[in-house]
Nanobody, 133 residues
């Protein structure tokens, strides 16, 4: 099992920057493709960004591409999402996610970092990001 703990959420004005982090404990961190999802009030949880176990491949949703950057430090069992040029639409609870891809065919090379909500094995409890206009 993997325990995931998010930190770093907060409030910022439009155009500002924030960083959220995820600390993992328990199982071997490098077994997992990691990612971030978010859920805004009244909306479904959606994929934001993902990164493969070695960090060689990343994938972003169209909504955040070019503004957010995902990274991981396997030596520290941590993952970080740097968020720039934030917009009110980015307001949501951000969840850390881990997927071991066990029993499934690997995705196509261009989508190695993509995670699907239904395939996530472990979730963090979330951290709130609020962007005001």
């Amino acid at each position: 099992q993997v325990q995931l703990t998010e930190s770093g959420g907060g409030s910022v004005q439009t155009g500002g920057s924030l960083r959220v982090s995820c600390a993992a404990s328990g199982d071997t961190f490098t077994k997992y493709t990691m990612g971030w999802f978010r859920q805004a009030p009244g909306k479904e949880r959606e994929f934001v960004a993902g990164i493969t176990w070695l960090g060689g491949s990343t994938y972003y949703s169209d909504a955040v591409k070019g503004r957010f950057t995902i990274s991981r430090d396997n030596a520290k069992n941590t993952m970080t999402l740097r968020m720039n040029s934030l917009k009110p639409d980015d307001t949501a609870v951000y969840y850390c996610a881990a997927d071991n891809r066990k029993g499934r065919l690997p995705p196509e090379p261009s989508k190695l970092g993509l995670l699907h909500r239904s395939d996530v094995d472990y979730w963090g409890k979330g951290t709130l990001v609020t962007v005001s206009s």
